[in-house]
């Protein structure tokens, strides 16, 4: 998803420079050729940015990128630098790095994403926002740049908070969808009249929109990966600690993503969230 965020990012003439974990990587290329400046080091992405934005997978690469004893982000960024992490990682560790920020004089905002590589491409993402008032205001330009949405929801770790609603939601929907084209195969009807009637009415959805002939047609390539949507849902449970028994929907939808994660010799996890459809059929 970075590499269509940095670029209309660029289309809005802000200078852009971008740097990945992962050298060679195509997407990069594709920044590149909209005016995203590539670099080979984190510290010279970082080290004369006033805002520094970071999207990565798991709470212990963000901890790593951001607060690690070298070669980090705070490692090379100047006092009163905004740091952004667009990846979705929790509310308390979105605390404990904005307290790990500002012990060293920078500023921090959690701003977790919803809307999948589509809506990284069409700059229509949905965009939930942890932190100082202010600094919201100031970042607001560069979430209008990638997004369609965007919502201040309050101080560190709100943003995170309602992202991991947004991803029960998500993820408890999209069994829906699957089962309701599981019984309608069992009826002898075809399937995809559920995504045309449905998507029209009170059970239409995002998932059922945008996944529901995907799921049809057996087209589980990764738009969001189930390795990523089993990592939020068990940061989720972690939140949650005991009271996450509660939670009935979640803990079904936990345990269909885990199944796809162990399929293929532990490589499913690669795969699209709507793979999830064939743990109604293994």
């Known amino acids: 998803m970075g590499a269509p965020m940095a670029t209309h990012l660029a289309k809005h003439d802000l200078p852009i420079t971008a740097w990945?974990?992962?050298a060679g990587r195509p997407n990069a290329a594709i920044a590149a050729a909209a005016g995203v400046k590539i670099v080979d080091t984190i510290q010279q992405a970082v080290t004369d940015a006033s805002i520094v934005i970071t999207c990565v997978s798991d709470v212990q690469d963000v901890r790593s990128l951001i607060l690690g004893e070298t070669n980090s982000v705070i490692t090379y960024a100047k006092q009163g630098t905004l740091i952004i992490d667009m990846s979705t990682i929790g509310?308390?560790?979105?605390?404990?790095?904005?307290?790990?920020?500002s012990a060293k004089g920078l500023r921090f905002l959690d701003a977790p994403v919803s809307g999948g590589d589509i809506g990284a491409q069409?700059?229509?993402?949905?965009?939930?926002?942890?932190?100082?008032?202010?600094?919201?205001?100031?970042?607001?330009?560069?979430?209008?740049?990638?997004g369609k949405s965007i919502t201040y929801c309050g101080e560190s770790?709100?943003?995170?908070?309602i992202k991991l609603c947004n991803q029960l939601l998500c993820a408890i929907n999209l069994a829906s969808v699957c089962e309701a084209i599981e019984f309608a195969i069992a009826q002898g009807v075809d399937p995809k009249l559920i995504v045309e009637v449905c998507s029209t009415g009170a059970a239409g959805s995002w998932q059922l929109a945008n996944l529901g002939n995907k799921i049809i047609d057996g087209d589980f390539s990764p738009g969001f990966a189930v390795k990523h949507m089993s990592k939020d849902l068990r940061i989720a449970k972690e939140v949650m600690g005991e009271n996450s028994n509660h939670l009935l929907a979640f803990e079904l939808t936990s345990h269909l993503f885990n199944l796809?994660?162990?399929?293929?010799?532990?490589?499913g996890g690669e795969q699209g969230t709507q793979a999830m459809i064939r743990a109604y059929r293994n």
């Open 157 to 161: 770790g709100s943003g995170q908070a």
């Open 260 to 267: 796809i994660k162990a399929m293929d010799d532990g490589q």
């Open 20 to 22: 990945n974990r992962t």
């Open 91 to 101: 509310s308390q560790s979105a605390r404990e790095i904005a307290k790990g920020l």
């Open 122 to 146: 069409n700059a229509t993402l949905t965009i939930m926002v942890g932190g100082d008032l202010h600094d919201f205001a100031e970042a607001l330009p560069l979430f209008q740049a990638m």
